[in-house]
């Protein structure tokens, strides 16, 4: 490696947090301060902090739900419309074993004007 080009690490960086947790670890800095840390981030805690502005939370929230009750509704249309066909095929399942199929019989009809 050349000498004089690389920064100097220190191995006892004290890192804080604006939640007020500190730790040590290694880096090119001697103090690094940071917003959040794994101590405050909801990923790591399971809270949920939501920065609300203008209402934009609200509107997609309330967008999934519609949604959701949109799609549901068409889930129950589909089962509807499949319940009514399988009544329907039922039914002429039904019919068709009640009454006995007819023989086909041609009819032929003279007429005297057809001759000609």
Same mark, same amino acid.
Do not use: D, M, W, Y
């Given at each position: 490696m050349k000498k004089e080009i690389h920064p100097?690490?220190?191995t006892d960086a004290k890192v804080t947090?604006?939640?007020g947790a500190t730790f040590v670890v290694?880096?090119?800095?001697?103090e690094i301060k940071v917003e959040i840390c794994s101590n405050c981030?909801?990923?790591y805690t399971g809270t949920e902090k939501i920065l609300d502005t203008a209402g934009r939370v609200e509107k997609f929230k309330a967008k999934t739900a519609k949604a959701k009750s949109l799609?549901?509704?068409e889930k129950k249309k589909k089962e509807k419309k499949q319940a009514k066909y399988k009544k329907?095929?039922? *039914? /002429?399942?039904?019919s068709t074993k009640k009454t006995p199929a007819k023989?086909?019989? *041609? /009819?032929?009809?003279?007429n005297k004007d057809d001759k000609k």
């Open positions: 100097e690490f220190h947090c604006s939640c290694g880096s090119t800095l001697p981030h909801p990923f799609e549901e509704e329907q095929q039922e *039914k /002429k399942v039904a023989k086909a019989t *041609k /009819k032929t009809t003279t």
